[in-house]
């Protein structure tokens, strides 16, 4: 369908637009110059943002069905009845596929990136990105523990690691290279972590700094359009920003075109202190450094009040909080690469610890002051469910928003995080940026059509129902928690798919996924390389290993050629 | 000829890929590597339906496909409750559709794990689920446990693959370095080869696995000379040896499942897995019966946040074990009809809810003749999945695997037929 968004306010960063008034025209599912619409969609006095990015959630694969099975209470909340064809779902912090669809596209989001794919399993998280109807999904693959990684870093032989990473996105449909606490996941199979980037994984002779910094090199080398991506070591831990700087350090004359990191859940990584009980925010010194280093982009994790499930790779850590908590306790190792672990959590907002994380995330959005180098994200169901992205944006949008919180919570908050000291606001313009546009940027996707409104883009685009020259945003925090919770309409690849929060069309997502480029020599030598131990590591033979072209029936390849 | 490799035994939970099969003008010749149960499946001289069915006057009528499919439309558009049984021996692209038929009439769906491991899924919900891929097995475990079952009659080929016979990379020596532990109520063939048998009185698995954990807890003091027919000193030495153990692993099966105490025995074996990892490393796995037992939990925990026993009758998913399971829900007698695809219940179900069954409409798909068939009234043959049909399978580890197509067949896949089916009885319903 031809369609026109007639006299919206749009904020297209990208391309410089900040609060317009514009017609946008689409056709083919494309945005175009002009053409004949068929349909005129009113936006007069309509917020016109490109259609959100979720850098880092985890709504596909083994380990978000493992916390389904885990928390069947989990689904007795968020009931969607089946309608019109519309599927029917449950869930909160942990909704089925159907419905997690369904709610991101209300919002007015229309690509989300699944943060971790474990490759022997990756069919499955394709299996459940296939399920999950309208956004667009991709994959980062998990690399931080990989056998074969490690060997290939300790022997220095970043040729063969270059190639193997290529042969692993390419034989997992997967978009980029993920580390979960490198090294320490790999010491979790014998019930072990690391203490620092310097300590050896035990029996691979290698360092997580090693890891880190091979990995930052070969990605790089491959052209792939994201950076590493990385959950630091030490999630959690009181004191842990050292490490962070440490890790952040590590590739700071690596940066090219783009960052040569993107540091996810990064108010996870931010704590001062020696013990829980002195545990304070440590926001000030991880935004001084980025604020001063171009290499770095990196999410919020914020928290948010109120029951969720914890689920990372990181093996570990989630044992860890489970000593603390107590509650329930699912974990998964993967052979030869990875591991996960799940917990049910409630972050307190009589709790000091709770209170001080729900500080740093806000503080990181607020203190790094570029916003191309800070996104919104919950680490979707980690820190709370994407669901809250629109408070997220109001507290960032308003300083009054935030005093009002902070006197309702623990008031630890007041002493061992400074939120309530900063006065800084964003406005429309980094909000559009922190959701959508500084995404695509990170993620190499602007130069693939999204996060963007030019010509050619992607026709994935949201429309709220508030006019930002009619609100202020810092007084008026409610109208935009209200207009960002349901947008006006989504429309996606030029179809609108939501209206008023009402699911219009479900249409299938697409499957983004890299394929960089592998000399057909090179390629062979790492396929030999890999089928010599594969029989004796794993369970499931090498050629059954792949995700074949049946789990990726929409695909969207990045072909990466090397000129 | 043509030879393939690195099949996939669609049989049991282990789902071996390394199966090695000769076809010659679309015949087997030879199956290699699989053990006796995964051979004669996938050989399967049984017999098999030449045609679809409707049964009519008392007798089974040769029909169409295409008849077939409509009469079973007719039946389920026509109905105010159907129960959806079966799921475990098929493919999960079958079983998404069936969910999502379950859904478009208004259903109940449930999966054999009702009957089998439904209790360790209760118990996973209160306390967890401490797992791993069984490669992390095979390359560090120096101490296996098997408890309430017998893997080399059900499961044959669990040991040499997985845990106890192959060399792993840290485990150079395979089975030298490893120990092995069987813990039953009889000496059963895997009893006899273990390093170690420990034999618990029936029904008293709950009270032996509270003894290892008030041990390990450091209550050595309180146990009495002897817990369910074992001494306390053989208990005390096995808690050495699981807090000693490099990578411990311990799988159980329906001994502990279906015994007294039921989801309550594994509940307790998983908080004593729990309890271990604050000294070792240590890990739990169910030995899963049917192939793709697994995969229907997966598929259907990410369709509707469940893992079976799904009832849609309200319009969304609403699961309540003892309730919305198979045998409550026939039991209860409010069915119009009953479908089943790759599962037999009539062979394992009890007698009172058999004769329920003989009360409804009872549509049946499957590639062999078996106990159900005599109830049904419409039997929609199908390929064979992982020899004349492929998709995906999910081991009892959870990782997925594709099975493969090597005969050709003019049979429909589940997935055909079920993509068939849905589509008329939503013409149906719109209609
Ligand atoms: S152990 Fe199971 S999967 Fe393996 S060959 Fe035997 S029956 Fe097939
Ligand atoms: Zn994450």
């Known amino acids: ?563 | 000829m043509t030879l393939h490799t690195d099949v996939v035994c669609p049989f049991c939970g282990c789902l071996c890929d390394d199966i090695a099969v000769e076809v010659e003008n679309n015949e087997i010749i030879e199956v290699k590597n699989a053990c006796e149960l995964g051979y004669s499946k996938i050989v399967n001289h049984l017999e098999r339906y030449r045609s679809p069915m409707i049964r009519e006057n008392g007798k089974l009528k040769e029909v169409s496909y295409d008849d077939a499919i409509e009469k079973i439309a007719e039946i389920l558009s026509s109905s105010k409750r159907v129960l959806y049984y079966g799921w475990s021996n098929t493919t999960c692209e079958a079983q998404k559709i069936g969910i999502h038929l379950a859904e478009l009439t208004g259903g109940v769906i449930d999966n054999t794990t009702s009957v089998c491991h439904g209790p360790s899924v209760l118990a996973i919900h209160n306390v967890g689920y401490p797992g791993t891929t069984l490669g992390q097995v095979k390359n560090r475990a120096n101490l296996i446990i098997y408890w309430g079952c017998n893997p080399l009659a059900a499961h044959p080929r669990h040991l040499s693959r997985y845990t106890t016979y192959p060399r792993g990379f840290f485990r150079q020596k395979g089975y030298e370095q490893r120990y092995l532990v069987v813990i039953d109520v009889r000496e059963t063939d895997t009893a006899k080869i273990a390093n170690k048998f420990i034999k618990v009185r029936p029904n008293s698995d709950y009270a032996v696995i509270n003894a290892l954990r008030a041990i390990l807890r450091g209550h050595e003091d309180v146990i009495p000379p002897e817990v369910g027919g074992v001494p306390k000193e053989e208990l005390v030495k096995l808690v050495e040896r699981m807090k000693s153990a490099e990578f411990g692993a311990l799988f159980f099966g329906l001994g502990l499942t279906m015994s007294r105490g039921r989801y309550k025995n594994i509940e307790n074996a998983i908080k004593l897995v729990e309890d271990l990892n604050r000294y070792t490393k240590f890990t739990l796995t169910p030995m899963r019966g049917h192939y793709n037992v697994t995969g229907f939990n997966l598929v259907c925990a990410w369709e509707t946040g469940y893992p079976y026993g799904v009832d849609f009758s309200k319009g969304y998913p609403w699961y309540n074990p003892g309730e919305t399971t198979a045998v409550d829900v026939l039991l209860r007698g409010d069915l119009d009809a009953l479908f089943v695809m790759g599962s037999d219940p009539a062979a394992n179900f009890p007698k009172e809810v058999l004769k329920k069954m003989s009360e409804i409409p009872v549509i049946l798909i499957d590639p062999f003749p078996n106990v159900t068939s005599s109830f049904a009234d419409v039997i929609v043959p199908s390929a064979i999945n992982g020899v004349e049909a492929e998709g995906t399978a999910y081991r009892m580890d959870s990782v997925p695997i594709r099975l493969r197509k090597f005969i050709e067949t003019d049979f429909l896949s589940d997935e055909e037929i079920m993509k068939r089916i849905y589509e008329s009885v939503e013409r149906r319903l719109k209609g």
Request: hydrophobic share 35%; proline share 4%.
């Open chain 1, 1 to 563: 369908m031809r369609l026109q968004i007639k006299n919206g306010v749009v904020f297209d960063p990208l391309n410089g637009i900040s609060g317009e008034v514009m017609d946008i025209f689409i056709e083919d599912g494309k945005i175009v110059e002009e053409c004949k619409a068929e349909r005129i969609i009113d936006a007069s006095g309509k917020l016109v943002f490109p259609g959100g990015i979720d850098i880092h959630a985890h709504v596909a694969g083994p380990k978000v069905t493992s916390g389904r099975i885990l928390r069947p209470e989990d689904h007795r909340i968020g009931v969607e009845k089946r309608w019109n064809g519309i599927h029917s779902g449950t869930g909160f912090s942990i909704p089925s596929t159907r419905v997690t669809g369904y709610r991101y596209a209300r919002m007015g989001y229309t690509t989300v990136i699944e943060a971790a794919m474990p490759p022997l399993e990756a069919k499955h998280t394709h299996e459940e990105m296939v399920s999950i109807p309208i956004i667009d999904n991709a994959a980062l693959t998990l690399f931080g523990n990989n056998w074969n990684v490690m060997e290939l870093v300790r022997n220095e032989d970043y040729d063969s690691l270059s190639s193997f990473i290529a042969w692993m996105l390419r034989t997992t449909k997967g978009f980029g290279v993920k580390l979960v606490n490198p090294g320490g996941v790999e010491n979790w199979g014998w019930g072990k972590d690391v203490d620092s980037i310097h300590s050896k994984v035990l029996h691979f002779d290698v360092t997580p700094a090693e890891i880190i910094r091979s990995l930052a090199i070969v990605n790089d080398r491959l052209k792939l359009p994201h950076s590493i991506h990385i959950h630091f070591n030490n999630l959690g831990h009181p004191g842990n920003y050292e490490t962070t700087l440490e890790s952040m350090k590590l590739v700071e004359d690596l940066k090219g075109e783009r960052q040569s990191m993107h540091a996810t859940h990064l108010q996870f990584h931010s704590y001062g202190g020696e013990k829980w009980k002195d545990m304070c925010s440590k926001s000030e010194e991880i935004a001084k450094y980025i604020n001063k280093h171009e290499h770095i982009t990196a999410d919020m994790g914020q928290v948010i009040f109120g029951d969720t499930t914890t689920m990372t790779s990181d093996g570990p850590m989630e044992f860890s909080l489970y000593k603390l908590s107590g509650r329930k306790w699912s974990n998964h190792d993967v052979e030869i690469e990875t591991g996960a672990g799940i917990i049910p959590v409630f972050y307190s907002s009589k709790n000091a610890v709770n209170s001080i994380q729900w500080a740093i995330g806000l503080e990181l959005g607020l203190l790094i002051e570029d916003p191309w180098k800070i996104f919104v994200s919950t680490d979707h169901p980690n820190g709370g469910s994407f669901l809250f992205y629109p408070y997220i944006i109001s507290w960032l949008m308003s300083e009054k928003r935030r005093k009002r919180t902070i006197s309702r919570i623990h008031q630890a908050v007041n002493s061992r995080a400074i939120l309530g000291s900063i006065d800084k606001e964003r406005d429309f313009n980094d909000i559009c940026i922190m959701t959508r546009s500084g995404p695509a940027r990170a993620l190499g996707l602007h130069k693939y059509g999204k996060g963007h409104l030019g010509v050619g883009a992607d026709a994935d685009i949201a429309i709220y129902d508030i006019d930002p020259k009619d609100v202020d945003p810092s007084e008026e925090s409610n109208k935009i928690l209200k207009a960002f919770r349901l947008t006006h309409c989504t429309i996606k690849g030029g179809e609108i798919v939501s209206r008023g929060g009402e699911i219009l069309s479900s249409v299938d997502g697409k499957t983004i996924w890299c394929n960089p480029y592998l000399r057909n020599d090179e390629f062979e030598k790492i396929r030999k390389r890999i089928e010599r131990k594969f029989y004796l590591n794993y369970t499931v033979s090498l050629s059954n290993y792949p995700v074949f072209d049946a789990y990726v029936p929409n695909p969207m390849e990045i072909r990466i050629e090397v000129s």
